[in-house]
């Protein structure tokens, strides 16, 4: 007679359903600490929990004083993480950032010693990253997608956690070298910080200036953070969700795509990597959300972050007035 596995599945089932729920319930009172001292960014704070969430890195792009470094003091607080910062220049090296190793002399004899640099944490803020040069920029490459560095031909492995939260101005290009493509693809999601509305900047002006500022408090750890990421790869997609991802991605591609104005006016398309993140931002989009499973609204929400910075208009469509996100906007029409 064969084993009864009904109540085994059961049994997972309401573990992970109960897992699912306590994640919602941190994932709550996380929004709110953050929002406590973040005013108006509510989808930007969302959009950074689902990159963190999904153990990925996040590039913030936006004018000065939106609260983008702000944003990352205030999450390594919350989230309870250790947080290191570094101010990208044109004179920063690589050994600024990944350590060097120093001569040291006792007992008669020399030898050398590995001194970590700052990409040596769990949540790294690369500020205004494209003012450094690219052998600097390169300098990330390995620890954003291997979560090791290699110094002197030895391997040193980086903080668990780990996350790269790297900002960009877009008004100053002028001594400013754009990340390549390569890096780029690195990070997980792309926000576009805006301006806050009249009601925020309100709040903004008073919360800001007074003599008692809010404060955010801790609301999980970094060992949280982790079995939240694991947890978040168990979730289910459907079918449905998954066909949405790829005929989005393929669509996105002039090589693949039957859009003509992705063949006709995209450079370069998204590569698997833009897969891999709709797969896990959406589980966590819809764990946030508090729902069991994502949806097809999940991979339209986004699909800005997710494909503004692997795609590319070409010249002529530049010269059009035809953006990125209008492409985008038109491949996602198809899905709706």
């Known amino acids: 007679m064969a084993p009864d596995t009904s109540t085994a599945y059961d049994d997972d089932a309401r573990a992970a359903l109960a897992d699912i729920e306590r994640l919602g319930g941190q994932l709550r009172a996380a929004r709110t600490a953050i929002g406590n001292v973040i005013y108006g960014q509510q989808d930007v704070i969302d959009q950074t929990l689902v990159a963190l969430l999904s153990g990925g890195h996040l590039l913030l792009i936006g004018v000065p004083g939106l609260a983008k470094t702000k944003l990352v003091d205030t999450l390594g607080i919350v989230l309870g993480m250790d947080t290191k910062r570094i101010q990208f220049t044109p004179d920063l090296m690589p050994a600024d950032i990944l350590g060097s190793e120093i001569l040291e002399e006792g007992d008669g004899r020399r030898s050398f010693r590995f001194v970590q640099g700052p990409v040596f944490a769990q949540l790294l803020m690369a500020d205004e990253i494209n003012r450094a ?61 805006g301006y806050p509305d009249e009601t925020a900047e309100r709040q903004i002006m008073i919360g800001t200036t007074g003599a008692n500022m809010a404060t955010a408090a801790g609301a999980l750890t970094p060992a949280d953070l982790m ?110």
């Open 133 to 193: 040069s690219p052998r600097t920029q390169s300098a990330l490459l390995q620890s954003m997608q291997e979560r090791h560095v290699t110094v002197a031909g030895k391997r040193y492995d980086l903080p668990a956690p780990f996350h790269v939260l790297a900002t960009q101005n877009p008004l100053e290009q002028e001594g400013t070298y754009p990340l390549p493509e390569a890096q780029l693809d690195r990070f997980l999601l792309q926000i576009d910080v």
């Open 227 to 336: 079995a939240a990421q694991l947890l978040v790869r168990r979730l289910p997609v459907g079918e449905s969700v998954v066909d949405a991802i790829l005929k989005l991605v393929r669509a996105g591609r002039p090589e693949t795509t039957d859009l003509d104005i992705v063949r006709n006016r995209v450079a370069w398309g998204p590569g698997p990597r833009a897969s891999q993140a709709f797969m896990l931002a959406c589980r966590s989009r819809a764990i946030i959300q508090g729902r069991l499973a994502p949806s097809i609204d999940d991979v339209v929400a986004l699909a800005g972050p997710i494909l503004r910075h692997r795609m590319a208009v070409n010249f002529s469509a530049r010269a059009e007035g035809v953006t990125t996100e209008a492409v985008i906007a038109q491949m996602c029409a198809r899905l709706t």
